[in-house]
């Protein structure tokens, strides 16, 4: 058990790190917790609901691997090779999939009732 907790709090810490360091982050989790007040404000159903928490967690996981892959790629020194850009390519690229399906799922889930609303 204290191994476990042990585990919770490096955990905490890496997620602390990356709310108070990490611009992307920051700017992802804004938009993540906009995306749920919008889910709030327009009631959504609890299956929409469901979309976008997983959607605001996949790009927020996405983000984490990033800068994880880009702070180890980072410890090799100040000479990048070839391989350490593509390996920082493809985590980003990883976070932009993720971001460009949780829009499109965003947009699948919010216009419908966005539009409902603008008619009279």
């Given at each position: ?38 889910a ?12 976008v ?10 983000e ?37 399906v ?19």
């Amino acid at each position: 058990m204290i191994r476990f907790l042990r585990g919770i709090r490096h955990a905490l810490s890496g997620l602390v790190h990356a709310v108070r360091r990490e611009r992307n982050f920051q700017i992802e989790v804004a938009l993540g917790l906009a995306a749920l007040a919008m889910a709030w404000w327009l009631r959504i159903s609890p299956v929409e609901w469901l979309a976008v928490v997983i959607c605001c967690g996949l790009v927020l996981s996405a983000e984490l691997l990033n800068t994880a892959i880009e702070h180890l790629a980072d410890t090799t020194g100040p000479v990048c090779s070839e391989q350490i850009r593509v390996v920082k390519d493809v985590a980003a690229g990883a976070v932009l999939v993720a971001a460009v399906v949780s829009i499109g799922v965003g947009a699948a889930v919010f216009l419908p009732h966005l539009t409902s609303i603008a008619r009279p």
